[in-house]
């Protein structure tokens, strides 16, 4: 029996990194850190501390953290902010690049650069425009982020996974980052193995989350230069991302695929998750909003008029209103929640009439506890809100367990 491997979870929200890891049995959350810029009340953190306890835990903005406060880990894992990873021409102590001010992927570099303990793998997440932001250099903010980890000893893996190819109730599509560091037992499978071949049969994400081995499009590149190089220079003239779905990185070399998933168990709709009982009066549509709900849901062919007076046509396809029931559910956004009439909020009909999803079911399109996010002082508003920066925790549980069985592999 392997020792457990201690985890630091960074931008921990609510704690899905955490419960997706800790269900395998593999895994014990040694620290962790959640801050909110943007409000003065620390509503994740609250809810996070309630759940796990305080210990270990930091409600401290991650850049005024300092890399000695932080444990030495096993894993480092979280879900960053997708922003502008160009990099500023600042020299820091003669030695790198200082990264712009406020963006975080930044602290991740900062950690993993000054822990003389290198975390021995990462499991990353953010939105899958990462691998072709921004407009005008479509791949450069990854382009980076591997120029980084490569110099710091990372090889690393990539997939963007639709989770609800995999059996679960929501199509949810999400950048998944797996890397081990060249300390690790891992690192050499990485370097050794075909490309191809880890990516399709042998690697972490692969047995996971299973692809078609049927030919694929696959594309091969050098990543050359110093960061400044790649954050001016880097696929110039907004040509289309030169890296697909699934990828390796190791030693400068991309190899990167267009895979499609393939799953053989039971597929879950969103009829599965919801709850039965009543529900309260408040998730109810109210007649007198019918026709906004359906004019914002419906497709639009119209001309409209900015404060400026400039006038332009506005044309957008229709949405299936209500939300099907016999199908996976739209990925849950931020704005989930609230009674005002939304596009994107999700609507389903009932013996009753036509109602919002409650907190619970929103929970359960992720795979959280039921009333994980329940605490008093949050509304069921922000409990939306929470989930709609979450990942889905049965991802998280398959990626940790092939990791584990992969080193258990190698170490055997």
């Known amino acids: 029996m392997y020792m457990k491997l201690k985890v630091c979870e960074l931008f921990a929200g609510v704690g899905g990194f955490r419960l997706g890891l800790e269900s395998t049995g593999g895994y014990e959350v040694v620290w962790s850190n959640q801050w909110e810029p943007s409000t003065k009340t620390q509503h994740a953190s609250m809810v996070y501390e309630a759940r796990f306890g305080e210990e270990n835990h930091s409600n401290v903005d991650i850049e005024k953290v300092e890399t000695a406060a932080i444990p030495d880990h096993d894993v480092l894992v979280g879900g960053f902010p997708c922003q502008d990873y160009s990099v500023a021409t600042t020299l820091k102590n003669s030695k790198g690049l200082l990264g712009k001010k406020g963006v975080l992927w930044w602290s991740i570099h900062r950690i993993l650069d000054e822990k003389k303990n290198k975390p021995k793998y990462l499991i990353l997440e953010n939105v899958d425009r990462l691998l072709k932001s921004p407009a005008n250099q479509r791949g450069r903010d990854f382009a980076i982020m591997l120029k980084g980890l490569?110099?710091?000893?990372?090889?690393?893996?990539?997939?963007?996974?639709?989770?609800?190819?995999?059996?679960?109730p929501q199509r949810r599509r999400r950048f998944f980052l797996v890397a081990a560091h060249k300390s690790s037992t891992v690192y050499e499978q990485f370097?050794?193995?075909?490309?191809?071949?880890?990516?399709?049969k042998e690697g972490i994400l692969a047995n996971a989350l299973p692809v078609s081995q049927n030919s694929i499009e696959a594309s091969e590149f050098q990543i050359k230069g110093d960061f400044i190089g790649l954050s001016k220079n880097f696929n110039l003239n907004g040509q289309a991302s030169p890296f697909l779905n699934s990828g390796l990185f190791v030693n400068g070399k991309i190899s990167?695929?267009?895979?499609?998933?393939?799953?053989?168990?039971?597929?879950?709709n969103l009829k599965d998750i919801l709850v039965n009982g009543p529900v309260s009066k408040d998730f109810f549509i109210a007649e007198g909003d019918f026709s906004k709900w359906k004019y914002l849901k419906g497709a639009k062919k119209e001309k409209r008029t900015t404060k400026a007076g400039y006038s332009y046509n506005y044309t957008e396809g229709a949405m299936t209103f209500p939300d099907a029931l016999d199908k996976p559910s739209r990925t849950i956004i931020t704005g989930e929640g609230g009674k005002s009439p939304s596009r994107f909020k999700h609507v389903i009909k009932t013996s009753k009439g036509l109602r919002r999803l409650t907190p619970i079911e929103l929970e359960r399109l992720n795979g959280f506890p039921d009333n994980h996010t329940e605490l008093d002082g949050i509304s069921d508003t922000k409990r939306a809100f929470f989930m709609g920066n979450a990942l889905v925790i049965g991802v998280v549980s398959k990626i940790g367990q092939a990791l584990l069985d992969k080193i258990a592999y190698v170490e055997k």
Do not use: M, P
């Not at 490569?150 to 679960?168: K, P, Q, T």
């Not at 370097?191 to 399709?200: A, F």
């Open 256 to 268: 990167s695929f267009k895979t499609v998933g393939e799953f053989g168990g039971k597929l879950r």
């Open 150 to 168: 490569g110099d710091l000893g990372y090889a690393v893996e990539w997939r963007v996974v639709n989770a609800a190819e995999y059996g679960f």
């Open 191 to 200: 370097v050794e193995t075909v490309s191809k071949s880890w990516i399709l």
